[in-house]
Structure formats: C-alpha cells, structure tokens
C-alpha cells in the first residue's frame, strides 16, 4: 500500500503561519528520532525551538532533521538495543506520532522539499488533517508537491526547488 504523506516546498516565512495555528490550538512537541550513544530524549515545545529551521545544512531531502510530533503529554523513551561488538545504543521512536521534516534552503539558492506524514492512531490522523487543513492552507499544489508562497515565487523566478543541489537541472520541479 502507498504511502500517505504530503511533500512540500516551503521557505520558513511559509511554513511560519501554518505552524503558529497549530501549535496555538494544538498540545504537542517535536521529538528528535534516531539511534543515539545516549538514552536522553532530545525534544522540542515549538518550532522556534528547531535548530536550523528552514534551513537544509546538507542540500540533500535525505539528510534533512526529522521530528516525530507526539502528544505533549507522550512519554517517549530510549530503547536499549545492544550492539554486535559490544556497547549499547538507544533508539527513539514512536509509531503514535506525525512524522515531520521541514523544508529548507541550501546555500541561498536550492530549496529542498519537506514532509509530513501520518504514524499509527488517532492522534496521528488527527494531526494529519489538522497540518493538511493549517499547514498548506495557501499553498499551490505542483505536480505531487504543495508549494508555498513564497516557494511559488521563487518557483517562477527560475530557483531551483530540488532534492539535492548535486541533482540535475532535469529533476528539478516545473511548472
């Protein structure tokens, strides 16, 4: 079964407004996922909070920060998964989650897409209509992508909104 998730170009003055809506009517936090060397749970109340938001240090949508959005409520825990050749990392997940990546910009000139998409349960439906209705309210919808304001703009100027700054000019998104 595909899927279900929505990609975005945004510039952080699109993603802005959306966001303030959300975290104004809405009680929920940015959790950071992964496999860590610590069992500390790095987590956010805002998107103010995100280090380097709407900003891609990489140019690359594979290596942008990623966020689980869980209840403010949720008590996320590390899991202790030993290794091969001894020692132990510590995995932070939650299935009952919106997985969240925002869009940023590379250098200046690249904007690289974002996404969110729906975990397990009824907060995670909730809160994927609730960023569908909020988050892309005045966005464009470009082929398979949602495309902000100002993204649009920069769409039109001729800037490349892209996956990776190393990709060709071809997969670039067109009008």
């Known amino acids: 079964m595909p899927r279900k998730g929505i990609?975005?170009?945004?510039?952080?003055?699109?993603?802005?407004?959306?966001?303030e809506?959300?975290?104004?009517?809405?009680?929920?936090?940015?959790i950071v996922p992964g496999l860590f060397d610590s069992p500390e749970v790095v987590e956010y109340v805002s998107y103010k909070d995100l280090p380097g938001f709407g900003v891609s240090e990489k140019g690359n949508?594979?290596?942008?920060p990623r966020y689980l959005i869980v209840p403010i409520e949720a008590e996320v825990t590390a899991i202790e998964i030993p290794q091969r050749r001894g020692g132990v990392k510590y995995k932070?997940?939650?299935k009952v989650c919106l997985y969240f990546k925002p869009s940023g910009i590379y250098q200046n000139e690249f904007?690289?897409?974002g996404e969110f998409s729906p975990g397990?349960?009824?907060?995670?439906?909730?809160?994927?209509?609730?960023f569908r209705k909020e988050f892309i309210r005045n966005y464009e919808k470009v082929k398979v992508y949602s495309v902000g304001p100002?993204?649009?703009?920069?769409?039109?100027a001729g800037d490349p909104l892209t996956p990776s700054y190393k990709a060709k000019p071809e997969m670039y998104l067109q009008c």
Not at 61 to 64: G, P
């Open 150 to 156: 100002v993204a649009y703009q920069r769409l039109l």
């Open 111 to 113: 904007l690289i897409p």
């Open 92 to 94: 932070v997940e939650s």
């Open 61 to 64: 949508v594979e290596q942008m």
């Open 120 to 130: 397990e349960g009824d907060f995670s439906t909730a809160m994927y209509k609730a």
């Open 21 to 30: 809506i959300l975290e104004a009517s809405q009680s929920f936090k940015y």
């Open 7 to 19: 990609f975005f170009f945004a510039t952080k003055d699109d993603m802005v407004p959306g966001l």
